[in-house]
């Protein structure tokens, strides 16, 4: 039976045994176990099957425009390595990781964070952290994560945690313009999922060591092509083309070219909206102002429950001037930052037989659906 349930099982015993694994280890070392053993699944091909990340490949990268749910696939990787008890650090520059289970946050939107208070929770055996560099400004971001990283580093290669570390906006944390960046980072970069908008800004040496490229949304053609040519790296012909609510992923490891799959959501996806997002206030600048045609109105909408109390009470014309030009999905996506409600407004918008009764009918019921339905649980 414990035979049975090995993941490897040696033929020779004793000392022939010991011979057999260390001429296996030599000889294919990463492949030893299977990939559900230590790996963490993304999603499931179409063909069947889950895919997985390994911790013990290269580093991967995340990659999409902006507000297509890049954020939403990291996080609902965090909850697959609270799975396996790995523990992670996450480097959170937009304050996207706000209330992520599992987790400890060091910094806000207000109050940047103080490297040893980090350092010190990431030392804790157990410890999940998020360093929120929000209240940093953008120039700030590179010199601190730069001072953070050598430490962490050394930190792993010492005692192996964390296990994994989520770089979110890393063009900016490690762009390609940074003459001293090799003093910064090791030779190698394991166990790394590094995410953006623009992977041809991230630093060459870095993007060679990526071993599993993970492209969402529309353009995915386009965010391989620029991978390719920052990177150096040889990108297959004839692409396929995921749909909206599918993702590419490449293991340049394998033989086999880039694949679809649909992605995992996080369990946590609707637990964890804000609730600044439902009946706070996102600031006056990131409101959204309901104007009309001629501009004639001013109507401020600070949070979503504002949004959907002034949206039953505007004209039909002025409801349908922000849902032509777009307006809804757009804020949905770029503020609230929930892809799948943004997702949602889109294919209302873009659905010309839907008069302004039904259109706000539909947008107000997703709303009420994603902000105030039972959350999700992890059997559902």
Not at 107 to 119: C, Q, R
Not at 128 to 148: G, S
Not at 282 to 297: H, I, T
Not at 361 to 374: D, G, H, K, Q
Request: proline share 6%; hydrophobic share 40%; glycine share 8%.
């Amino acid at each position: 039976m414990l035979k049975e349930a090995a993941d490897i099982r040696l033929a020779g015993a004793h000392g022939a045994g010991v011979a057999e694994l260390v001429e296996m280890v030599c000889r294919d070392d990463a492949n030893l176990t299977p990939p559900e053993r230590h790996g963490l699944a993304v999603g499931a091909f179409h063909e069947g099957g889950a895919a997985f990340i390994e911790p013990h490949r290269g580093g991967v990268l995340i990659a999409g425009r902006s507000g297509i749910g890049k954020s939403t696939l990291a996080i609902a990787l965090t909850e697959r390595m609270v799975e396996k008890e790995y523990e992670f650090c996450i480097f959170d520059p937009e304050g996207d990781y706000d209330g992520l289970e599992n987790a400890v946050a060091v910094g806000d939107s207000k109050s940047p964070p103080k490297t040893e208070e980090a350092l010190q929770l990431v030392r804790k055996a157990g410890a999940n952290v998020v360093v929120n560099t929000q209240a940093l400004e953008v120039t700030e971001r590179p010199q601190f994560f730069a001072k953070f990283l050598p430490q962490i580093c050394t930190m792993r290669a010492r005692t192996g945690r964390p296990h994994w570390l989520i770089i979110d906006e890393a063009h900016h944390l490690l762009p390609n313009n940074r003459g001293n960046l090799q003093h910064v980072l090791p030779e190698q970069l394991p166990s790394a999922i590094f995410i953006t908008v623009h992977p041809e800004a991230i630093s060459a040496d870095l993007l060679r060591t990526v071993q599993v490229i993970i492209a969402l949304g529309e353009g995915t053609e386009e965010v391989l092509a620029a991978f390719g040519r920052a990177a150096g790296i040889k990108i297959p012909p004839d692409l396929p083309r995921p749909a909206a609510t599918e993702v590419l992923i490449w293991y340049r490891y394998r033989q086999k070219g880039p694949q679809i799959l649909q992605p995992m959501q996080p369990n946590q996806l609707h637990r964890r909206h804000t609730q600044k997002d439902a009946d706070g206030d996102v600031g006056e600048d990131l409101s959204f102002y309901f104007r009309g045609p001629e501009k004639a109105l001013n109507l401020r909408a600070q949070n979503l429950q504002l949004f959907q109390q002034i949206a039953a009470g505007v004209d039909d014309r002025t409801w349908e001037h922000h849902l032509r030009a777009g307006d809804y999905s757009r804020w949905f996506r770029d503020v609230i930052k929930n892809p799948e409600l943004a997702q949602v407004a889109q294919k209302i918008e873009e659905d010309r037989s839907l008069d302004a009764k039904v259109s706000r009918e539909r947008i107000s019921e997703s709303v009420r659906r994603l902000y105030t339905a039972p959350a999700r649980t992890s059997d559902s």
